[in-house]
Structure formats: C-alpha cells, structure tokens
T-cell receptor, first 114, second 114 residues
Framework: KAGVTQTPRYLIKTRGQQVTLSCSPISGHRSVSWYQQTPGQGLQFLFEYFSETQRNKGNFPGRFSGRQFSNSRSEMNVSTLELGDSALYLC?????????????FGPGTRLTVL | GENVEQHPSTLSVQEGDSAVIKCTYSDSASNYFPWYKQELGKRPQLIIDIRSNVGEKKDQRIAVTLNKTAKHFSLHITETQPEDSAVYFCAASTSGGGADGLTFGKGTHLIIQP
C-alpha cells in the first residue's frame, strides 16, 4: 500500500498570508490527524478528522482549521500567518476504529513564514 | 490534559551497548503508548507500541515496558547499531491515537558512537 502523502513538501509565505496544506491518507484509512512540529514545542496535536467530521481539536487558535473530504483526503488551512507558524506540519492517518488504532505519518510540509 | 515527560533529551552510547529512554505520563486514562523514530529530515516512523492491558512487548532488539501504577513506560534498545541514531519520541493517548490525538514527549536524540 502507498503511504501517507502530503503536498506541497515545502512552502514559503509572508506574514498575513494564508496557506492550505493537503494530506492523502493510506488507502482504507478514514481518520486523519494533523500535528505541528517545531524545535521548541516538539510535536503538538492540531485536530483530527473522521468521516468528514472534526472529532477533536488541540490547543491552537482559530486561525488553524481543516476539513476532510468524502475520499478521506484532508486539508488544513492557516490564515493570517505569523512568524511563529513556521514549522513542519505532519499529518497522520489511521483506520479510525479507536483503541487499536495506529497512526502512520506523512513526510510533512515544511512551512516558512517570512 | 495529558502531559508526557521524556528523559534524557540526549543519549550517547557505544555501538553494541543498550539504550534506555524513559517517559512518564499524567493522565491515568491513557491506554495507548507508541514510540516513534525520526531520522533527520524524515517522517516519524512507528517502531513499537504497547496498550494498557500489556506490561511488556518485544520486537527483536526493541522492547517497551509499561508500569500503569507508576504511570511510566520505557523503550529499551539492545545491541545498538549506527542506524539506530535518530530522535525517538514517546507518546500517550486515551483512544488509541484517534479522536484525542497523541501527546508526545519532547524527544530523545540517540547517538550511537562507533
């Protein structure tokens, strides 16, 4: 099976702009989670989608949003970019069944905000 | 919410020796504990995971132990090899990594000295 894919791999934006990142899960996986990775804060949970519904959200401002499509592909959007949003954004997919789930990560999108 | 502490932040061992990384968690409801390995510039990859109904799990040179009473779990790598050099992250979740997301430790940079 093909792994989790993310596009684009690299992105450079300026403050105040908005950005949309895309994630395609492993075939058959219905859950997609998003994480932000920075040197200072490590890996932090943003939100999780299952069957086009956001099931949970981490402690991030409303500028961070996402959605999931009927084919389980997911996008996340960051509006009004700030310098501190520079990070590696990782998505992870899982079957979505609950306690026996395992998350598999994509390669990430490296976002640089200038 | 859940809080995961990971120690040490850097660990240097001689090739062939064993390495041990320890994590503690705060939420007694957590029931899923994966370990991820991340090489420089690559995605986190699951190396082993353990669920709360199991005290120990082994996969070749890698083992994880879980003490639910003390709320801590550890990763043990025996007969370390140069390719074991990477950053290792522990994580905890109350739902198998789905709806509640994974809470990660800050990571341990494992260096294998030749």
């Amino acid at each position: 099976k093909a792994g989790v894919t993310q596009t684009p791999r690299y992105l450079i934006k300026t403050r105040g702009q908005q950005v949309t990142l895309s994630c395609s899960p492993i075939s058959g996986h219905r859950s997609v989670s998003w994480y932000q990775q920075t040197p200072g804060q490590g890996l932090q949970f943003l939100f999780e989608y299952f069957s086009e519904t956001q099931r949970n959200k981490g402690n991030f401002p409303g500028r961070f949003s996402g959605r999931q499509f009927s084919n389980s592909r997911s996008e996340m959007n960051v509006s009004t970019l700030e310098l501190g949003d520079s990070a590696l954004y990782l998505c992870a997919s899982s079957l979505g069944g609950g306690t026996t789930d395992t998350q598999y990560f994509g390669p990430g999108t490296r976002l640089t905000v200038l | 919410g859940e809080n995961v502490e990971q120690h040490p932040s850097t660990l240097s061992v001689q090739e062939g020796d064993s390495a041990v990384i320890k994590c503690t968690y705060s939420d007694s409801a957590s029931n899923y504990f994966p370990w991820y390995k991340q090489e420089l510039g690559k995605r986190p990859q699951l190396i082993i995971d353990i669920r709360s109904n199991v005290g120990e799990k082994k996969d070749q040179r890698i083992a994880v132990t879980l003490n639910k009473t003390a709320k801590h779990f550890s990763l043990h790598i025996t007969e370390t090899q140069p390719e074991d050099s990477a950053v290792y992250f522990c994580a905890a979740s109350t739902s198998g990594g789905g709806a509640d997301g994974l809470t990660f430790g800050k990571g341990t940079h494992l260096i294998i000295q030749p």
